[in-house]
């Protein structure tokens, strides 16, 4: 691969965002609600927009932020909270970032790639607990070539056990050049996830110091570059604690706008994880902008704002309880059951040095997970099927077409999520999962869709899987 950078330039206006977080300290009352109701009317914010959210102090304002978020989640996007699991392929890694567990430079990190075999174990754990989306992890390094990863991918949907399979693959990987990009595609990924990690191009460098990830360019130009490649379902990130939480808010939309204007469709999801403590890894105890948990449900709250028909990522890196409120504000997708060790779903750690990339908040099991957010009167999805109907930008459609929750997206929750409780689920989890079923299905407004949502499970209890609309 070719780590070519010249020509490439950055499109995050330091400066510009520097003087708009310093310029936009006093916004009224009047200003923050009529920025809300734009987003409420789904338009995407501006960085002015999103600047004055970002620097509201005021205890009243920053509630009516967190109300319209959750406004917002409500009246776009249900109740549905996607569910997946991540899948670590290998942790080998020729870059040295300071926060990660897996850098070049860490003794107490236990190398390991898993072997086809294993790779096939992992994925039937992850099917017999119920999952039906991954996304698969890897460090950087010229073992985990294009074509190696598009191989991974092929062994996992491939692995079918009992009545379960893996129905989507996302990726978190290294960035690619197009031919490569083009490789991993055709083995039917969906969304390609590359955080940015930091979008202050100083603080980038310092954290960065060797390896082809040093170079800010040529992963700043990763996700256009999967574009060209036609792959145009893309994830953005920013590892908070970093830098300034805000000035990586505010990178994450001047990323969404380069998408939008450049390719005419935004980022499929963003994701914003903490970092998290990880072995052999001081930085992580101390990381210079922490950011607290009342910072955090704002930004959050924000992010669902200025960017309002992106998919949200929150992941087991956080507790329990921040998972739990944080919902609200417009998560759409978080794991559960997660382990982050190379082969810890079906093998045993050692426990002498570490596989794990660090340290997760959320670990309860994925039927845990189900039970909690159906008594909080969630419905759990698995749903993959936009994605294998060809109506791809799914989020999108969800945001952008009206009834399109109501036909699609709640039938199918409802569908995937009676499947884990027919074949997986726990009695308790099976009890409150079924009278939520009941429940939504019974306040299904539309009386066909619903008679096909009361067959597909009639259907679904005599043995039919895979029913979607
Ligand atoms: N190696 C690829 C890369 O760096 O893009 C992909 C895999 S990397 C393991 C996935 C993500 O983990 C990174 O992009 C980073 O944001 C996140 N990460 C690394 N160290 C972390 C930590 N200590 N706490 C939380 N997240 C971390
Ligand atoms: Fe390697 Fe990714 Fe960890 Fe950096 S974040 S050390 S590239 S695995």
Redesign the pocket.
Known sequence: MKFDVTGLKSFIPTQEIEQLLESTRNAEATEIRDIIAKSLAKNRLSPLETAKLLNVQDPELKQMILDGAHELKEKIYGNRIVLFAPLYVG?E?I?D?V????RKSNPQCLRSTLSHDQLVAETTALVDSGHKRLIM????HPQYSPEYIADTVRTVYATKHGKGEIRRVNI????LDVEGFKVVKAAGIGTYQ??Q?TYHEESYAKLHPSGP?SSFLWRLHGLDRAMEAGIDDLGI?A?MGLYNWKFEVMGLLYHTIRLEERFGIGPHTISF??????IG?DF?THPPFMVSDDDFKLLVAVIRLAVPYTGMILTA?EPIEIRNEVLNYGVSQIDAGSSIGVGDYSGKDDGSKSKS??VLGDTRSLDDVIFELAQGGYIPSFCTSCYRAGRTGEHFMEFAIPGFVKRFCTPNALLTFAEYLFDYSSDRTLKSGMDLIEREVNAIEDEASKATVKEYLEKMKAGKRDLFF
């Open positions: 942790n890694c870059n970032c926060y990660c567990g897996f992890v890897y460090g950087e978190n990987a290294a960035p590359i955080f990690e990830k990130g590892l994880p903490r970092i998290e403590p990880a890894t992580t890196r990339q660090f």
